[in-house]
């Protein structure tokens, strides 16, 4: 009896070739060994790869992360710079409080003169003989200044020096 296919399927001639193929035991079985061993070596090497691109996700969260807690590192740095110079401020304004009456006035009076865009860097206060120093990043500020410790008697001018990296500098003796 001849076969003989009128729909002809290829899958099936490879299938039948095979059949026909008489491939010795011993050789069979070592093919077989390395056709298991080629799916395991690329079933594994999937793994891996899956593996791998999982940890690279992760390291650049974990990167991510680092970098966002060093930033608040360094904020927090400074906020406690901050905080220790406000308290080193509160320490010697406490001083002040409990100075005598005539340096707490002296210094009341000071404040209240100096306009807010000036910032008094040194005051030396002595016994008829005051020094202010100053820094304002305007020539008004200066001059409002001067004009106010003028009108109120608290100094007299006899030096004022130049401005320095846009802040102008002054200072000024009391009479």
Not at 150 to 165: F, I, M, S, T, W
Request: hydrophobic letters at 45%; glycine letters at 8%; one cysteine or more.
């Amino acid at each position: 009896m001849i076969r003989f296919d009128y729909l002809r399927d290829p899958r099936m001639a490879v299938i039948d070739y095979l059949r026909e193929l008489h491939i010795p035991p011993g050789i069979a079985a070592a093919g077989a060994a390395l056709i298991t061993a080629c799916v395991a070596v690329v079933a594994l090497r999937s793994v891996e790869r899956a593996t791998l691109s999982n940890v690279g996700a992760t390291v650049a969260s974990e990167q991510a992360r680092y970098d966002a807690l060093s930033a608040r590192l360094v904020r927090e740095r400074i906020e406690a710079g901050e905080v220790e110079d406000l308290g080193a401020i509160d320490g010697r304004l406490r001083v002040i409080g409990r100075s005598t009456d005539v340096l707490r006035e002296r210094l009341i009076r000071i404040a209240n003169l100096t306009p807010r865009e000036v910032w008094l860097i040194s005051l030396q206060l002595d016994t008829g003989h005051d020094t202010f120093a100053g820094r304002s990043a305007t020539l008004s500020g200066v001059a409002r200044t001067l004009d106010a410790f003028g009108k109120a008697r608290l100094v007299r001018v006899d030096r004022l020096e130049g401005g320095q990296r846009a802040m102008l500098q002054f200072a000024a003796e009391s009479q």
